[in-house]
């Protein structure tokens, strides 16, 4: 694909995106159906795969082999066996009407501003490094689909536009109204659809990639087999549990009222 299309696709895309969740603000479709709210949010959860998820999770199956599994099995086992401790933490943050993970803290020690502070800082610190993983992956994604490098500059740069649109969309759909008992049926319903489309994706690829497979006459379980014998140690439970505590730690800001 040429550079152009690459960039009008990419529009297009940013653009339902904001024109799914401007329609869900205005219709709140699925708060008013019970049965279509746990679909929703259950694919709102899907935004803990973000768009490092295409590179950080095949780079880590290609290098540790089974070893990829704890960034999902972590997030699994809190889901499973963890949901009353995220009950309890949402029901808090909903009684306090805090809406991050610093007002929580500061909610638990006499609403200390000074502490609230802190929290943020570090909050801020450890998600920079992140988000620029994001911007990243979406740079080399878009390097990638038009076979070409982009200009590479403060204005060049395609990750300071998907920078500043995910700061609007945020700014418009999420923090307009800082608010725990608001409802943002419009940012939970873009997200969603967000979701579906990276399912989407990771299933063709993976159906691609199996019939590729057969196709090229290979040993599948051979492939693997040697795989998992020839990558590198790692620590499973440390990171089954390094998954566990980050939703844990998130928990206090889940929008429990959202939905």
């Not at 709140?28 to 019970?34: A, D, H, N």
């Not at 959860?45 to 599994?69: H, K």
């Not at 939970?188 to 690829?205: G, P, R, T, W, Y």
């Amino acid at each position: 694909m040429t550079p152009a299309w690459v960039v009008l696709a990419s529009l297009i895309y940013a653009a339902i995106l904001f024109a799914i969740a401007w329609f869900g603000d205005r219709n709140p479709l699925y708060t008013q159906r019970p049965w279509l709210r746990p679909t929703v949010y259950s694919l709102a959860l899907a935004v803990y795969c973000s768009s490092w998820t295409f590179y950080g999770a095949v780079g880590s199956a290609v290098r540790y082999g089974i070893g990829f599994l704890p960034i999902y099995l972590g997030p699994m086992l809190m889901l499973l066996f963890g949901w009353r401790i995220i009950e309890r933490l949402a029901l808090v943050a909903q009684s306090q009407n805090t809406v991050s993970i610093a007002d929580f803290m500061a909610s638990r020690y006499g609403r200390s501003q000074r502490l609230a502070a802190m929290v943020a800082g570090i909050a801020v610190v450890a998600a920079v490094p992140y988000l620029a993983l994001q911007y990243k992956a979406v740079a080399l994604s878009l390097s990638v689909l038009a076979g070409t490098e982009f200009h590479v500059g403060l204005l060049g740069d395609p990750a300071l536009y998907v920078a500043v649109l995910m700061a609007l969309f945020a700014i418009l759909f999420g923090t307009r109204q800082v608010d725990a008992t608001e409802h943002r049926p419009g940012l939970m319903l873009a997200v969603a659809f967000e979701s579906v489309v990276k399912l989407v994706a990771l299933v063709a690829v993976g159906v691609f990639a199996f019939r590729w497979f057969g196709e090229a006459e290979l040993n599948m379980v051979g492939a693997v087999t040697t795989l998992f014998e020839n990558s590198p140690p790692r620590g499973l439970c440390r990171a089954d549990l390094a998954g566990f505590c980050r939703h844990y730690l998130l928990a206090p800001s889940i929008p429990c009222g959202h939905c």
